[in-house]
Each structure stands twice: as C-alpha cells, then as structure tokens.
C-alpha cells in the first residue's frame, strides 16, 4: 500500500480494503495509523537486513564478498521500484521522527552486523555508506550507476588501503 500511494495516501480504510478485513479491525489491532505504518516499516526492514544477512553469509573468500555486496545492491535494494520507493518513504519519515529513526538504525546496524562477519568496522561502514548513497541515486538520477559500476565501486572500497577482509588485507 505505502510504495503504491505512499505514507500520506495510506489510510486505515484503504489498508482494510486491500487486506480485505474489517475498517474497525484495523483501530482493534493499532493504534493508530502511526502504529500501523511503524510496524510496517519495521516488517519492511526486518525483511531487507534479512535479506542482506542471507548473502553474506554465503561468501568465504573477498571476491565472494565483494560479489555479495554487489548482489545486495544491484539484486535487492536496487532490483524493485517498490523497495526503492518504501526506503525512501521510511528515510523521509526518520529524518524528522525519532520513533521511525529507531527502525532505520536497527537496520544499519544489523546491515553493518552482516558486513562486519567478512570485512573490518570501517570497510563495513564505508560499504553500508555506499549502499544507501547508491539507492537516492537510483531514485534520483535519470542515468542511475549500471552493475559494472557498482562492482568497480565496492571493489576500490574492498581492496582500498588500510580495509581488512575476513581473511587478512585483501590484494590490491
């Protein structure tokens, strides 16, 4: 609902409609929108770290990793206008309500979590840094960066002096 008329079109009525329940379900189980919308968001996130979680752990070796992370911008965050459009409607809200900065941080913190199993603190932040500028510029520019881009991006902050890898300094 949220990506299709985002946060000021969602309403109660139009989120019973599309769920096919009850219009008085929906004050029975929230609160109120703002509770619905934060669950949602949560749900949302929850979904996403997971998702990124699942890909990294599936690498073992740096090209792995840097394969991975490419995934996890190319294939996931960047792979449907609908999660592009719910990240979005989510950063706008954080920026000025703590309630739903909350979610975004608990998100970047299980993100960096998943990253930091194969890379040190700072690669790690520096990756989560380029994920999120990569999405506002998928959003924004009308040449968004292609997946040749991206690979050579996280490839230079990979094998970027100083940045560990699980195994060691990665080759330069």
Do not use: C, K
């Amino acid at each position: 609902m949220i990506a299709d008329v985002g946060v000021d079109g969602t309403t109660h009525r139009r989120v019973a409609a599309a769920a096919d329940v009850p219009l008085g379900s929906m004050t029975y189980h929230f609160d109120g929108m703002d509770d619905l919308l934060r669950e949602a968001f949560a749900l949302f996130a929850d979904r996403v770290a997971e998702q990124m979680r699942r890909r990294m752990n599936d690498a073992s070796t740096t090209e792995e990793t840097e394969a991975a992370v490419v995934d996890v911008i190319v294939r996931d965050l960047l792979g449907t206008q609908r999660d592009l459009v719910l990240t979005h409607e989510l950063y706008t809200l954080a920026a000025r309500r703590p309630e739903y900065r909350t979610i975004t941080q608990a998100w970047m913190a299980r993100s960096r979590a998943a990253l930091e199993e194969h890379v040190d603190a700072a690669t790690a932040r520096m990756l989560d840094a380029l994920i999120e500028g990569l999405s506002i510029h998928r959003a924004l520019d009308p040449e968004p960066p292609d997946e040749a881009f991206v690979h050579e991006a996280v490839r230079r902050i990979l094998r970027a002096p100083g940045a560990t890898t699980a195994g060691g300094p990665p080759p330069r």
